[in-house]
């Protein structure tokens, strides 16, 4: 069976396209060996069962390993401790049963004690008897535990965590697990849990044994290369396989779903549409962006799920519409509430100590989700959408009459607000016009290292042509001849001789509409709004 690229539940190597993973295995079993416990906390299709699967496999030599899943546990065993100490009992003994080097007798009483106290069986017994099997056993046991998320808000797990935190602190004289493992998209170690039922207001962590786990999840290009020759030596492409790795790092920052994804959507979807008749032309520069504009239009449970948490989170959402938007510089303060949920729902990544969005596919789905929400009832957009037909000439964007019937209805609807607002608004505003004008045809994207308070710059992609515009706060003549260089020098990185800038000027004496400008070789067209 020919292998494929995997977005559906766990990988496996004889079945599916992988990243190999044993250097990550090494660095986690070398925190295994050191006996620790720690969390894997990641966001949603992260990768995090794939890897514990294929860590179970790889620590089997020297370890009894019992992975368990708290989903498939069933909620209804959070009850009481009892109930749960029965069903965790169960489910231990049938995993580790599996494993060849477990001597059956050892489990005997675990066994007995589910049939003759099936009525009581407390943790503090249950642990008891998982300490005996530890001592007894011939190689040590290291214990994972995934979708710890299925439980977290439950005071049975909690007792759960610091029984384990109990026994750990007290190794030395009572046997236990050799490692634990929690795997999920909260942190662990930011529950807390009341020392006493009276004692309402001093809490401790149940797992602040926990040690940090720094072991990189992320695809790097290197690792996304490898994949790619796998999938070479089946299919004879041609492809340039480091340049097209590094443009997969540069979409996804190396999001384990997200580059299985474009993979998938390059080898599955695009093959036979128009001007990709062959593989050959699909693993391409131009068959990646088109894979990009696929997959932002997506409604995949990923994005889902990200979206979801929009709602929860009201300090998350509008972390997200600063970055977005705004572009002004917001701390990577790893202690701060909103920077922490921000970070473990996978929105946001730490770079230089400055939070900025994960990755530029999270950041155009972002980007399609708030401005949809402004989409009914807004002049702009209806604008956009009622005059479509005019900025499509002979099959191209017309880009600078994009920004002439931009100016006009923008100056008509907001040219008496204040400085404050325009500013606020500007750039959303535009793309809630361009938005429609390209729907189901063509695409955009903004460059990371270019968005910030003053300047932001647009790539608009239709109909597999390319449209650098950059967007800026006008700051004096000076200032804006520093950008038209700036993008001049863009331009050079796209190997193009045209490109546009829309200058939001708040000077009363400013004049609107466009002008071109000419640099060396290139034209350069601007708006002022």
């Not at 925190?31 to 995090?48: E, V």
């Not at 100490?85 to 580790?96: D, G, M, P, Y």
């Not at 008509?412 to 361009?434: I, M, N, S």
Request: proline share 3%; aromatic share 12%; charged share 25%.
């Amino acid at each position: 069976m020919a292998k494929i690229f995997n977005v559906n539940g766990a990988c496996r190597p004889d079945e599916h396209y992988m990243v190999d993973l044993t250097s990550r295995l090494m660095a986690i079993k070398k925190m295994i060996d050191a006996g620790d416990y720690f969390t894997i906390n990641r966001g949603r299709q992260y990768g995090k069962t794939t890897t514990l699967q294929a860590l179970a496999v790889f620590l089997k030599q020297d370890y009894i390993v019992v992975s368990l899943d708290f989903q498939k546990l069933g909620a209804d065993k959070f009850v009481n401790e009892n109930q749960f100490s029965i069903a965790f009992a169960k489910r231990f003994l049938r995993k580790i049963s599996l494993d060849d080097d477990m001597n059956d007798e050892l489990l005997s009483p675990l066994r007995n004690a589910l049939k003759s106290e099936r009525e009581n069986l407390e943790l503090l017994e249950l642990f008891d008897y998982l300490s005996d099997i530890c001592a007894g056993a011939s190689k040590p046991i290291v214990l994972m535990i995934d979708e710890v998320d299925a439980s977290m808000d439950n005071q049975v797990f909690l007792s759960f965590l610091a029984q384990l935190r109990a026994d750990y602190l007290d190794r030395r004289l009572t046997p236990t697990f050799q490692s634990v493992i929690l795997a999920g998209v909260h942190d662990v170690r930011s529950m807390k849990r009341k020392l006493r039922p009276e004692e309402e207001h001093r809490s401790n962590s149940p797992w602040n044994i926990a040690a940090k786990f720094q072991v990189g999840m992320n695809f790097l290009p290197e690792d996304i290369a490898g994949m790619l020759r796998d999938y070479e030596m089946d299919y004879h492409t041609g492809m340039d396989i480091h340049n097209i790795a590094e443009k997969i790092f540069d979409y996804t920052h190396g999001y384990p779903y997200l580059v299985s994804d474009l993979c998938k959507i390059m080898d599955e979807e695009i093959p036979g549409s128009v001007g990709f008749s062959q593989k050959s032309d699909v693993w391409t520069l131009e068959g990646l962006s088109e894979a990009f504009k696929r997959i932002v239009k997506e409604d995949n449970p990923l994005y889902e799920s990200l979206l979801g948490k929009l709602t929860v989170y009201p300090e998350l959402k509008s972390l997200l519409k600063e970055l977005l938007f705004n572009g002004n510089p917001i701390p990577y303060v790893a202690t701060a509430s909103y920077i922490k949920d921000a970070a473990m729902f996978g929105f946001i990544r730490n770079e230089n100590e400055t939070a900025v969005i994960a990755n530029r596919i999270f950041e155009t789905v972002l980007y399609n989700n708030f401005i949809s929400e402004e989409f009914i009832g807004n002049k702009l957009y209806e604008a956009g959408a009622q005059e479509r037909n005019q900025f499509i000439i002979g099959g191209h964007l017309d880009v600078r009459r994009i920004l002439e019937k931009f100016i006009e209805t923008f100056s008509e609807l907001y040219g008496e607000e204040d400085e404050a607002f325009l500013e606020k608004v500007g750039r959303k505003y535009f793309l809630l016009f361009l938005k429609p004008i390209i729907n189901g045809v063509g695409n955009y994207s903004i460059e990371p290292q270019t968005r910030n308070s003053e300047r932001m710059d647009l790539v608009i992609y239709y109909q597999g042509e390319q449209n650098i515009l950059e967007l800026k706060l006008w700051r004096g003549n000076s200032y804006n001849e520093r950008g038209e260089k700036q993008l001049s020098g863009y331009l050079d990185y796209f190997h193009m001789k045209r490109g546009y800038m829309l200058s939001f000027n708040f000077n009363r004496k400013k004049t609107r509409g466009i002008k071109e400008i000419v640099l060396g070789d290139k034209i350069l067209i601007e708006g002022i709004v």
